[in-house]
């Protein structure tokens, strides 16, 4: 299965079992968690052995650094580490949010196909709004030109066939923040747990 067949799985999963579910006790973030993520939730250092450098900004080895990381990420303090491509630097200007109208018990399986696509980065499933908003089925499309896109969403739609009942698509106007929530530098007044955030402009493009 391609990971972006898997990404889909998770997402049609998780909206199965219910929106954006909030566990019972946030993480706790130790003090080396905490400078860790300081350091590196603009990046990770741009050098041979980024998680040396860190170590030594630290005062710390770098088998500390990296066992923080592996522990944050298996108690799901951080989601995953991975390069972060510009995909408008790369050509690919041309965004639309593709919306489709499928039968529900087939949103699973028509989600998985639909994420398998290697032009597909994004797949939901959304509840419907009727009588306004009839779209269950959300896939985020990339390209260099609408053309371009036009023919992907047509690829789209021959994979769904008679199962796609109506669909649309909400092109990318402009960019309109850059970043993801930040860390507070400091721990919030009240915040046993440590692990207070402050919502810093989240990467969005305007659709």
Not at 74 to 100: C, E, F, Q
Request: hydrophobic share 35%.
């Amino acid at each position: 299965m391609s990971d972006s067949s898997s990404r889909c799985e998770t997402l049609m999963n998780n909206c199965q079992t219910g929106h954006d579910q909030i566990a019972d006790s946030p993480p706790v973030l130790s003090e080396l968690d905490r400078k860790l993520i300081l350091l590196t939730q603009k990046g990770l250092p741009v050098a041979p052995r980024p998680y040396h450098v860190l170590a030594a900004a630290l005062g710390v080895t770098a088998e500390e650094v990296m066992d923080s990381f592996r522990k944050m990420l298996d108690s799901g303090k951080i989601r995953r580490i991975a390069a972060v491509p510009n995909h408008y630097k790369l050509g690919y200007r041309t965004n639309g949010m593709t919306v489709w109208d499928v039968p529900d018990d087939k949103v699973k399986e028509l989600g998985q196909a639909m994420g398998a696509l290697p032009f597909v980065s994004h797949c939901y499933h959304r509840p419907r709004h009727l009588p306004l908003w009839s779209y269950n089925l959300f896939a985020m499309v990339h390209g260099k030109s609408k053309k371009e896109v036009a023919g992907y969403i047509e690829t789209i739609s021959t994979l769904l066939g008679e199962d796609c009942r109506a669909s649309d698509v909400l092109y990318s106007t402009r960019i309109l923040k850059k970043t993801g929530l930040r860390i507070a530098a400091e721990p919030v007044a009240g915040n046993e747990s440590n692990t207070a955030v402050e919502a810093g402009p989240e990467k969005t493009i305007g659709e």
